[in-house]
């Protein structure tokens, strides 16, 4: 170490003083240029982003806090007379909904379903009917994008609730 700042300081002595002003001077500029690099600019770039964010994270919070209201201002659950599950009425729920089943099978309180190439929007509206309507809850999705928009492979396990 004492060799290098002794040439360091070997350097600097043969400098004149002109060329030791232009060194200071563009040392100084290098160290701020590298200050804006590392701290600076990254700082005013994530604030720049969060002021672009910040209007639709507000707008979800508005519509979090919304829902929230409404759910508890909703009254609470009746006991709903329990719906036997049979093969007709199933199939005839999910046609409602323009949804073929490859397979349907059913055992007591459960349905396993596999749905190829549907509307994944009729899927979530027959789950949500089914939910209420027949207390069916999902135990198991999977769930396959396909090339169409709203288009998806799934296969279901459901479980009926008992009261």
Not at 31 to 45: E, G, K, R, S, Y
Not at 55 to 75: F, G, T, Y
Not at 131 to 148: E, K, M
């Amino acid at each position: 170490m004492s060799r290098f700042s002794q040439s360091a300081a070997e350097f600097w002595t043969a400098r004149n003083p002109r060329e030791r002003s232009v060194l200071i001077i563009g040392a100084a500029l290098l160290l701020l240029v590298l200050l804006w690099l590392w701290l600076i600019d990254p700082a005013v770039q994530g604030r720049i982003q969060w002021q672009k964010n910040l209007p639709a994270l507000r707008a979800q919070v508005a519509q979090m806090q919304a829902l929230a209201r409404e759910v508890s201002a909703a009254p609470a659950a009746k006991n709903v007379a329990s719906v036997t599950l049979s093969r007709p009425m199933l199939e005839q729920s999910l046609a409602a909904k323009n949804l073929k089943p490859q397979e349907l099978s059913i055992s007591q309180e459960q349905v396993r379903l596999k749905l190829a190439d549907v509307p994944f929007s009729g899927i979530v509206d027959w789950l949500g009917e089914m939910q209420t309507s027949a207390q069916l809850i999902v135990t198991d999705a999977s769930i396959t994008a396909r090339n169409g928009v709203d288009q998806v492979d799934a296969s279901f396990s459901l479980h009926q609730l008992r009261p």
